[in-house]
């Protein structure tokens, strides 16, 4: 008797899971909201020093949307990053006292590296170093995360010429 409720409930958890995972597919024929890649530019009217962003937008399904969009609620496509009101600031701000500059989200530099290369990339990177330290010392071989790039050049590609 007991196998056959444990068998049912696997069974129900299963579908619903199911459910669930075809509604959020990550497949490149079906990527959520939005496109399969996006390239991420400097706002019109900004001088970049380093090229355009290629984001591999469905290599990210794996993460909450609420991660990076974190005004998403699910009812409707997320905005882009720059829309007005949000981090489309143009120009860095002035440091405020006791804090760094890249504190002004508003800024839509700080808004990306903010959040993906310092609160992403580099937690993760971070993180795996933990878990490889910890592993070491009983020769464990620790499932690692994929990380992204941490390296300027990772994501923004060969700098541009002048």
């Not at 090229?51 to 009812?75: I, K, L, M, S």
């Not at 500059?101 to 508003?106: I, L």
Request: charged share 20%; with cysteine; net charge positive.
């Amino acid at each position: 008797m007991r196998k056959k409720v444990v068998w049912t409930v696997t069974a129900g958890v299963l579908a619903i899971l199911a459910g669930v995972m075809q509604g959020f597919s990550a497949s490149k024929e079906n990527a959520c909201f939005g496109e399969e890649r996006y390239t991420l530019r400097a706002p019109e009217g900004v001088e970049s020093r380093r090229g355009p962003v290629e984001f591999p937008h469905h290599a990210h399904f794996e993460f909450a949307c609420v991660r990076c969009h974190h005004t998403f609620d699910g009812t409707e496509p997320p905005m882009g990053c720059m829309v007005s009101g949000c981090h489309d600031a143009t120009e860095a701000p002035p440091p405020l006292p006791g804090k760094s500059a890249a504190a002004d989200m508003t800024y839509f530099k700080n808004a990306y590296h903010q959040t993906c290369w310092l609160g992403c990339h580099k937690e993760i990177k971070a993180k795996n170093l933990e878990l490889q330290r910890a592993a070491a010392a009983t020769g464990a071989k620790p499932k690692l995360a994929k990380t992204g790039p941490t390296t300027c050049n990772g994501c923004h590609g060969k700098p541009l010429q002048r």
